[in-house]
């Protein structure tokens, strides 16, 4: 009776080994909930997931993640993402009084973006007095300090020259302790663009906090997956990545191909490579939910929306 037991024991992890995606630790998890569909997030913390940390675009915890033990399993990384009557410094001071163990904070979500694109549309002069105000003291904490998360434009090189500047002519040099990248389009524009972000800011480490190829076809989609994750998991300046995205193919705004998820909430074999396990040959379609005359900024918009209603749900 033994004997076949162990056949299988040996055998099965073998089979299922050999196709794996490469684990990493830098990866983490932009989480971007469905309120309908709860059960969708815990997918990302199942067992033999890889990811080790993520955010929600927001100041606290997800409560589906939230118990203290789950912080250094799951570190949480909370994000000013644009102007708010709450004050960033006392809420992260409060998480870290309360036993939560914040290591690192991201800041600004897209501000050189206009919200009709699902930026927060902050002037450079008024994010740097928000960053003397609210992230400047987290450092004197021990917290390190993304720089704000522009998009992929050129403008975002201005709008990060500008906010630099500002922040020195209110008497402050703002520091931050690494740059923020998103990405949405081929490997040769990003891996140019963490060039230039290099070498516009040499000596700091990189967090790539969305990137995707949105709206290609499903084996380019995962030809991109594949080359910039390999990439990014080479290269040691690059300290973490977030695919986006954790959502619904039926809910994607950047084309179903993108997304870890299918329209029935299996992972894609995207979703499951970026956990670290094998291919799963569940296809994504854009079925459900058609959202098909709006354009990626206005999705993100509500993509945004649906975080914070899914924050507020969990
Ligand atoms: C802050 O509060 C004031 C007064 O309620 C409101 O007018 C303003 O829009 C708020 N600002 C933000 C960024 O929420
Ligand atoms: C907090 O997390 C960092 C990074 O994972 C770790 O080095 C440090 O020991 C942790 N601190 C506490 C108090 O657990
Ligand atoms: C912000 O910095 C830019 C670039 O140095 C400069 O042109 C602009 O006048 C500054 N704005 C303020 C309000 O200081
Ligand atoms: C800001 O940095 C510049 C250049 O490194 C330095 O000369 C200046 O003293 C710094 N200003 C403050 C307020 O620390
Ligand atoms: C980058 O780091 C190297 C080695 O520590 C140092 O020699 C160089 O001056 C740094 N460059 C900048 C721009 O800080
Ligand atoms: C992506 O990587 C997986 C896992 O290594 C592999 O099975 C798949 O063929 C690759 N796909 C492409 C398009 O490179
Ligand atoms: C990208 O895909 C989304 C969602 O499938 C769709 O709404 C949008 O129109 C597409 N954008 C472009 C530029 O094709």
Excluded at 81 to 88: A, E, K, Q, V
Excluded at 112 to 135: H, L, M, Q, R, Y
Excluded at 136 to 164: M, Y
Excluded at 225 to 252: H, K, L, Q, V, W
């Amino acid at each position: 009776m033994r004997y076949p037991t162990l056949i299988l024991t040996l055998c099965l992890p073998a089979a299922f080994s050999q196709a794996t995606f490469q684990r990493s630790a830098k990866r983490g998890l932009v989480f971007v909930p469905n309120p309908s569909y709860s059960s969708d997030n815990q997918i990302w913390i199942s067992s033999g997931s890889d990811l080790t940390w993520y955010y929600n675009y927001g100041a606290e915890p997800s409560p589906v993640y939230s118990s203290a033990e789950a912080q250094s399993a799951f570190e949480f990384v909370p994000m000013l993402w644009g102007l708010s009557n709450d004050s960033f410094v006392d809420q992260v001071t409060t998480l870290i009084q309360g036993g939560t163990n914040i290591t690192h904070v991201l800041t600004f979500n897209e501000p050189d973006g206009s919200s009709a694109n699902g930026g927060s549309d902050i002037p450079p002069e008024t994010a740097a007095t928000a960053w003397i105000k609210e992230v400047e003291p987290l450092r004197k904490l021990g917290v390190k300090t993304g720089a704000p998360a522009v998009t992929g434009s050129p403008g975002g090189f201005t709008w990060l020259q500008e906010f630099f500047a500002n922040c020195t002519n209110q008497g402050t040099n703002c520091t931050a302790d690494f740059m923020t990248v998103h990405w949405y389009g081929d490997f040769q524009g990003l891996a140019s663009q963490l060039g230039q972000v290099s070498a516009a800011y040499p000596n700091k480490t990189i967090w790539v906090s969305e990137y995707a190829y949105n709206n290609q076809s499903l084996s380019t989609s995962q030809d991109f997956f594949n080359t910039s994750t390999e990439y990014m998991d080479r290269m040691s300046n690059i300290e973490r990545y977030a695919y986006f995205g954790s959502f619904r193919s039926s809910d994607s705004n950047v084309g179903p191909n993108a997304a870890m998820l299918t329209q029935d909430g299996k992972l894609t074999d995207i979703g499951s490579w970026y956990l670290g396990g094998a291919a799963t040959n569940n296809v994504p379609n854009a079925a459900g939910r058609s959202w098909g005359r709006w354009d990626v900024g206005r999705g993100a918009w509500v993509t945004m929306a649906v975080v914070w209603v899914g924050m507020w749900l969990m």
